[in-house]
Antibody
Framework: QVQLVQSGSELKKPGASVKVSCKASGDTFTDHGMNWVRQAPGQGLEWMGWINTNTGDPTYAQDFTGRFVFSLDTSVRTAYLQISSLRADDTAVYYC?????????????WGQGTLVTVSS | DIQMTQSPSSLSASVGDRVTITCRASQTVYTYLTWYQQKPGKAPRFLIYGASNLQTGVPPRFSGSGSGTHFTLTISGLQPEDFGTYYCQQTYTTPTFGPGTKVDIK
């Protein structure tokens, strides 16, 4: 079955960058896009955007433009989220998630989440 | 963006109770509505898509209904393992989530 395994927790200083990975297995990597979802401590879910795993084209939600970059390495079936110029309010769990079927944003498969903590 | 609201924000119910959570959209999303369950420290679990379609493996005590701007998630016969926070998400346009409904077991 589909599995998404994310990289481990990160502790970063303000102004630094972080790159979170999400390795997929269990189906054809390029059949479905990869979404990213943020959850700040004690808060709800925010859809950050997605990347087309066929073309590499990213789409960013309005609040996630500029410092956030989605990328892929299809040779190792892995998607990446890079955040630059980190701020304290970037502290959150970041999830990768795959749609349960083609052409939908209904997220059927989720990684375990990666906690990014930004603190001096 | 389409705004999603949920009510109540939290509830406490007994095992065996029928629980209903409401989700409303600021404009029509037709039936492009998904429900998730999340437990503390865990990733969300995909429950229902297309407003009323139960994901494989989800117990049939969960059901979803609605269309347009008004949706409900019903748990018929609450079980101890159903505690957690439930989120709706519209997928008609740029996806947005509701703020969540926290369900506690009395």
């Amino acid at each position: 079955q589909v599995q998404l395994v994310q990289s481990g927790s990160e502790l970063k200083k303000p102004g630094a960058s972080v790159k979170v990975s999400c390795k997929a297995s269990g189906d054809t990597f390029t059949d479905h896009g990869m979404n990213w979802v943020r959850q700040a401590p004690g808060q709800g879910l925010e859809w950050m955007g997605w990347i087309n795993t066929n073309t590499g084209d990213p789409t960013y939600a309005q609040d996630f433009t500029g410092r956030f970059v989605f990328s892929l390495d299809t040779s190792v079936r892995t998607a990446y989220l890079q955040i630059s110029s980190l701020r304290a309010d970037d502290t959150a769990v970041y999830y990768c998630a795959r749609a349960h079927d083609s052409g939908t944003y209904a997220l059927g498969y989720w990684g375990q989440g990666t906690l990014v903590t930004v603190s001096s | 963006d389409i705004q999603m609201t949920q009510s109540p924000s939290s509830l406490s119910a007994s095992v065996g109770d029928r629980v209903t959570i409401t989700c409303r959209a600021s404009q029509t999303v037709y039936t492009y509505l998904t429900w998730y369950q999340q437990k503390p420290g865990k990733a969300p679990r995909f429950l229902i898509y297309g407003a009323s379609n139960l994901q494989t493996g989800v117990p049939p005590r969960f059901s979803g209904s609605g269309s347009g701007t008004h949706f409900t998630l019903t748990i018929s016969g609450l079980q101890p393992e159903d505690f957690g926070t439930y989120y709706c998400q519209q997928t008609y346009t740029t996806p947005t989530f509701g703020p969540g409904t926290k369900v506690d077991i009395k």
